[in-house]
């Protein structure tokens, strides 16, 4: 019962980061990304995985693990080419003055 547990848990997670890459992609932004919080989120997924694979709990869990960090690192992929598309932007706009 309890890997049925955790693997919803899991599928109830790694449901929701398509949709947040998919939002990343189209805001072609990074300004409301957080790397701290994309890079604890996939140690938390490797250290998962660490914990399988040490106490040799070898199943269908260890896949779900597998897919979320994948499209978790997609995500820190997103972020990344994000970030340099706001350093583009900011590099094609000049700067503004005020006058007070």
């Known amino acids: 019962m ?3 547990l955790e693997t919803f848990m899991l599928v109830c997670f ?3 980061w398509p949709i947040n890459v998919m939002k990343a992609i189209k805001a072609r932004s990074a300004k409301s990304m ?3 919080f994309i ?3 996939i140690s938390g997924y490797v250290a998962g995985i660490s914990a399988k694979l040490l106490s040799h709990q070898i199943n269908y869990v260890l896949v779900v693990y597998f897919i979320n960090l994948a499209i978790v690192t997609v995500n820190l992929l997103v972020y990344f080419r ?4 706001d350093h583009e932007s900011e590099a094609k706009t000049p700067p503004v003055h005020s006058l007070a």
């Open 82 to 85: 994000n970030r340099h598309l």
């Open 14 to 16: 790694g449901l929701s």
């Open 34 to 36: 957080s790397l701290p």
């Open 39 to 41: 890079l604890l989120i």
């Open 2 to 4: 309890s890997p049925l």
